[in-house]
T-cell receptor
Framework: KAGVTQTPRYLIKTRGQQVTLSCSPI?????VSWYQQTPGQGLQFLFE???????NKGNFPGRFSGRQFSNSRSEMNVSTLELGDSALYLC??????????????FGSGTQLSVL | DQQVKQNSPSLSVQEGRISILNCDYT??????FLWYKKYPAEGPTFLIS?????DKNEDGRFTVFLNKSAKHLSLHIVPSQPGDSAVYFC??????????FGQGTRLTINP
C-alpha cells in the first residue's frame, strides 16, 4: 500500500508570493492533517480535514488555508508569504475511526524556503 | 501553551548502552501517547504508543513508560544502535482530538 505522498518536495518562493502544497493520503484514510516543523519548535498543528470539512484548526493566521477533495486528497495554501513561513510542511493521514485516538502516518514533507 | 514538553533538545549515548528520552505533559485529558522517530529530510515514522490505561508497553528494543500521576512519559531504547540516531518526538491526544507534539530530542549514538 502506498504511503502518504506530498508534492513538491522542495519549493523556493519570495516574500509576498503564495504557494500551494499537495498531499495524497494512504488509500482508505479519510482524515488529513497538516503540521509545520521549524527548528526548535517541534511540529505545530495547522489543521485537519475529514470528509472535505475542516475538523480542527491550530493557531495560525488566516494566510494559511487548506481544503480536502472528495477523494481525500488535500491541498494547503499559504498566501502573502513571509520569511518566517520557511519550514518543513508535513501532511499526515489516518483512518479517522469515530471517537478513537489513533496514530498518524506522515509524508516526507515539503521544504519551503521563503527568500 | 506547550502541552507536551521535551526538555532535552539533545542526548548523546554510547552504542550498546540504554537511551532514555523523556517527555512531560500538562493536559490530564490526554489518553493516548506516541513516540515518533524522524530522520533528516523525511517525515516522522511511528515507533511505539501507549494508552492511558497502561503504564508500560514494549516492542523489541523499545519500551515506553507512562506515569500518569507525574504526567511523564519516557522511551527506553536498549541496546542503542547507530541507526537509532535521529530526532525523537513524543505526542499525545485526547480522544479523537489532534495529536500534540513535543519539540523533539536529537539522539546521537556514538560508536
Amino acid at each position: 500500500k502506498a504511503g502518504v505522498t506530498q508534492t513538491p518536495r522542495y519549493l523556493i518562493k519570495t516574500r509576498g508570493q503564495q504557494v500551494t502544497l499537495s498531499c495524497s493520503p494512504i488509500s482508505g484514510h479519510r482524515s488529513v492533517s497538516w503540521y509545520q516543523q521549524t527548528p526548535g519548535q517541534g511540529l505545530q498543528f495547522l489543521f485537519e480535514y475529514f470528509s472535505e470539512t475542516q475538523r480542527n484548526k491550530g493557531n495560525f493566521p488566516g494566510r494559511f488555508s487548506g481544503r480536502q477533495f472528495s477523494n481525500s486528497r488535500s491541498e494547503m495554501n499559504v498566501s502573502t508569504l513571509e520569511l518566517g513561513d520557511s519550514a518543513l510542511y508535513l501532511c499526515a493521514s489516518s483512518l479517522a475511526l469515530s471517537g478513537v485516538s489513533e496514530k498518524l502516518f506522515f509524508g516526507s514533507g515539503t521544504q519551503l524556503s521563503v527568500l | 501553551d506547550q502541552q507536551v514538553k521535551q526538555n532535552s533538545p539533545s542526548l548523546s549515548v554510547q552504542e550498546g548502552r540504554i537511551s532514555i528520552l523523556n517527555c512531560d505533559y500538562t493536559n490530564s485529558m490526554f489518553d493516548y501517547f506516541l513516540w515518533y522517530k524522524k530522520y533528516p529530510a523525511e517525515g516522522p515514522t511511528f515507533l511505539i504508543s501507549i494508552s492511558s490505561i497502561k503504564d508500560k508497553n514494549e516492542d523489541g528494543r523499545f519500551t515506553v513508560f507512562l506515569n500518569k500521576s507525574a504526567k511523564h512519559l519516557s522511551l527506553h531504547i536498549v541496546p542503542s544502535q547507530p541507526g537509532d540516531s535521529a530526532v525523537y518526538f513524543c505526542a499525545a491526544s485526547a480522544g479523537a482530538q489532534k495529536l500534540v507534539f513535543g519539540q523533539g530530542t536529537r539522539l546521537t549514538i556514538n560508536p
